[in-house]
Structures are given as C-alpha cells and as structure tokens.
C-alpha cells in the first residue's frame, strides 16, 4: 500500500467501513492509472503492449480502467474472456494464455479473435481439425531442464506443465503454419513475483535465439515476443520497488539491436497483473474476537474466503495494520479468519498496535490475485469490492456473496440416470 493510496483512503476508511459494512476489498483508481501510464512510459519507445493478465483481478470496472490506458488482456479461461469482453476487448486485444485447454475454451478464443497463444502441440492439432483461422498464433515455450528454479509455482527444470517443449517447437510451428495465421509470435514465463530483472532478460535472450532458429529452420519469423508476467511488488516494508526502468533498458537493448542486425522488427509484450494492481487494494476487514490461547489471537470478519494467498503459499507475506492504531502499544499476535483451516491466517506471530473487538485491521496490497484466488470452503462467502475514485467517491463494483449464492448451484434441471440395468 502505498502513502498516497494511505492520505487518499484512511481519513474516511471508517466512515466507508460504516456505510458499506466490512469486510471488503478496495481499489486505487489513482493509484492504478499511475501504475498504468508508468508501465506505458518506461516502454514508450518500443512497440509495446501490455496485456493485463485478468486472473489477477478480473472485476470488469477495473479491466475497462486498464483498458483505457491501451493495455489488451491475457486470459486464461472462459470466463476470463467473458470479462475481457464485457470490458470491451477484441480481436489484437486479447490474448489467450491457457493450459490445458478445452474445445469449447477454443471455441471462444476464437471467437473472440484473440491472439491464440498456443501450450502444447495437442492445441495446434485440434485448432487443424477445427479447421481453424486465427489472426495470430503465438508458442509458449519452456526450455525444460536448462532453465533456472525461477519460481516453484510454475515449475523449472523438467517439472513444468507449461509450454511447449524447446526442443519440439520447430515441428510443432511447422505444423502450424497450416494455420495460416497472419502473425506468430513466441511467449515465455518461468516465474511470478520475481524480484529483479534478470531472469526477463534472460528468457528474452533465448526468445530472440529461438526466433533466429525458428526462421532457419522453418521459414516462419515471429512478430512479437511475450515476456509473460512475473514482476514482483514489494510486499514487505522497506523491500525495494521492481527496477521496471532497468527492465526496460535491457528489453530495449536486446530488441533494438536484434532489429538493426536482422533487419527485423519486433513487437513486445508484457502479461503483468500483480505488478499492476497488486499494491493499489487493500482488505478491510473488523476485529471480531480477541481470544487468548497458547497465543494471542486476533479474529477478524474475513479469512482465505478473502485472500487465500498468506495461507497457499508459505513465503506469502501480507502487511497487516490497524486503523487509528498509531500510538497504541504493540504485541505480537496471529491474525486469523474463521476457517476450520489452521492456515486461515493473515500473519503469524507479527507484531502490530493492540486491538479491540470492532477494530478496522488493513491486510495491504490485496489488488491482485486476492479476491479472484479467494474460495467459499467451510460456507465463508467472499467480500465486496470497492473502488475508490479520484475524486473520494467510492463505489461499490462487486457485492459480497450471499447464502442464496452459495446455494444456487443446487437449483438445476432434474436430471436422473437408471443405471440399474447395467449393473445386472
Ligand atoms: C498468472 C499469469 C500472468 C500474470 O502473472 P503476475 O505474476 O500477476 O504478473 C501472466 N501470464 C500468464 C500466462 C499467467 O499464467
């Protein structure tokens, strides 16, 4: 959470909290167009574009905000294209990233007009016997045991079930070509919340190589590469920003040069979602209990129904503090949901101000990957979402889920199966 989201939101957060009643999520509209028009700036002088990746926050107010600033989206699902369009999104501004992907997934891709980026040969198979035309088809590729541990989440060495194997892509952009695709392009992500620039730059090098490759051996010359996501934000306090300047140096380094000695121009893209909004939301939610077990226990009014991230993964840290809670003494406390989940917990034995049952508890930077990861085990319901304008108005862009939502999958069509017979 940054200062200035801190001056815009806490003078008013209780009155917010009072009016829309806790727990929720809230947005920076300023903070994100910030963060939008830099990420623009920093890459000003390349062909760039930034496609949002929406499984980080897919509410479409937020989408169509980012929208406006050029970015295109990468999806990952249908109902992530859904978003992308209901936002307003077609053709060249989506991207669609899956794994594992589905016909009908496909089918939709497609019938958005979306760059089809391609995971595995099976997908080139079935996009032939579908006979179909994509405007653009580009090749996630994983370099397998060669490629650094970058992150344990999307797997290194030969652990991976992203991509297409390095050593297969030229038979499987050979194959391709019966696309007839008008652009190609290759794609790489090894890792997400990744601390510094190295590790872009190098899966840029082997893009660039692989591209060089790609062209010898199969006549096809990409017309974009897709770094993927991955750009870290400071989570803790004091951690130091992502060098997205240094980044952008070293892209455009790489790229100018291969364009002036290949006589070759190059498109850039970007799939960031954390590092777009992850530090302009925050959790909001009240202090429901102190209880004193072996420890000293901090309930609040949401738990992993909100963020699952503290509780999913162990290196997972969310800053955690207390409204008005300057000056208070401190003392040292997990901070729990009310999951029957041990791990439903937003910090562990962290100091922060003393608390009172009714107490407004900030877990930060809650913009990505938060509510969109969140779940409804044990019956807990996922919070509202808000955003928080410019001008301090703030709206409400998402309701909490209700009972009635947590049981209208049990409204369907009556539906029976004599299996009987078979049986005998
Ligand atoms: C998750 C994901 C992203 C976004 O990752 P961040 O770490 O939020 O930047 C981008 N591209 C793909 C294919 C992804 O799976």
Known sequence: MSDEFSRRLLPTLSRIADHFGTPFHIYDMQGARDTAEGLNHAFHDLNFREYFAVKAQPNPQILRLLANHGFGFDCSSLAELVAAREAGASGDDISFTSNNTSYEELVAALDADAIITVDDETVVDRLLSMRARPRSVCFRVHPGRSASVQNMHLGGGDSSKFGIRIDRLHDVVAKARGLGAHTYGLHIMLGSHLQVPDSFLKNLDLLLDAALLLQDATGVRVDFVNLGGGIGIPYRPGEREFDLAGLANGVRDRVNAFEREHTWPLRVLLESGRYVMGPHGVLVTRVLNRMTKWREIVGVDCGMNGLIRPGMYPDAYHHVSVLDGDGRGLETVDVVGSMCENNDKFAIQR?????????????????????????????????????????????????????????????????????????R
């Open 351 to 423: 100091v922060i101000p003393r608390t009172v049952e009714g107490d407004l508890v900030l877990v930060h930077d809650t913009g990505a990957h938060a509510l969109s990861q969140a779940y409804t085990y044990g019956g807990r319901l996922r919070p509202q979402e808000l955003l928080l304008h410019p001008d301090g108005v703030v709206e409400r862009i998402r309701r909490a889920e209700t009972v009635e939502d947590y049981f209208a999958t049990l409204h369907c069509d009556a539906d029976r199966l004599e299996t009987a017979a078979v049986l």
